[in-house]
């Protein structure tokens, strides 16, 4: 039974462990055309009305994944919880 539970267990970790990654690439598409924007605008490349400060759908995306993240790391905790070494 312990077994299970530590393949459990670490099934868990990896899950949190690849969405978080996954959240980093969505955030990374999030927060770039913002800094672009802001780099384009400091330097002269575009003006005040052509810039766009507003945040992207990939910022939600990235939210999601931590959010699951956060879910499959409280889960592994549980599991870990509930694993003994006399079974």
Request: with cysteine; aromatic share 18%; hydrophobic share 50%.
């Amino acid at each position: 039974m312990n077994i299970k539970k530590e393949v459990t267990f670490n099934t868990l970790i990896s899950f949190s462990k690849n969405t978080m990654n996954l959240g980093y690439t969505f955030l990374a598409f999030a927060v770039f055309p913002l800094v672009h924007d802001t780099i384009a605008f400091y330097l002269g490349w575009k003006s005040r009305e052509q810039i766009n400060l507003e945040l992207n759908d990939y910022f939600y995306y990235n939210i999601v994944c931590v959010i699951a993240s956060a879910f499959f790391a409280l889960l592994a905790a549980l599991v870990l919880r509930c694993m003994s070494d006399d079974e």
